[in-house]
């Protein structure tokens, strides 16, 4: 039987060795990528069974390239492993189309058991978060279908960049759109998010998790 394909994806080069150790025993691991647009292209080319990522990652953040990679690749499986334990970041992970989610924190068996798991098509949640997150997607108005965003997945490419520090003409150029269409989303976001400056915009996608703090 072959070995379930697995692509890797941590911005943490510590982190990402030490998953790499525990992987490429059990499993093919296919690649390992240091952040979401490098995660994209990978999936594409790679076409691993399972994919297994963090959600803070610059240049794209995990849950936007996870909602890419499930539009284009349905088929492919996808953990997030993160040290976030906030169930409603959890819920929206599972919205937009993961298989599990673990925390950094749980042990590397936990990991090769989630990836067998989700491979044969079965969801996987953390023992650390099941029972509030069972609790949190049982209550109908816990959270927003769309997780609470009024952007759409352009503009919050854009507003990642942006609160990465990118200048407009960098973000164009990573976006491959003109310096002028850059503008012309970061002034829609602006709107859209009842904000007047930059760092009101840093603001708000530290709050939507885009990046840390």
Known sequence: MPKIRVLLADDHTL????LK??????????GVVYDGRALMEAAEKLRPDVIVTDISMPLLNGLDAVRQIRASRPETRIIILTMHRDTH????AFRAGVSGYLLKVSPGEELVKAIREVAQGRSYVTSLLAKDLINLLMDAGAAPRDGGSPLTPRQREVLQLIAEG?????????LHISPRTAESHKYDIMQALSVQTTAELVQCAVRMKMVGE
């Open 15 to 18: 982190v990402a060795e030490g």
């Open 89 to 92: 970041l959890a819920a929206e």
């Open 21 to 30: 150790s525990i992987l490429e025993d059990p499993f093919d691991l296919v």
């Open 166 to 174: 990118r200048t407009m003409k960098e973000v164009a150029s990573l």
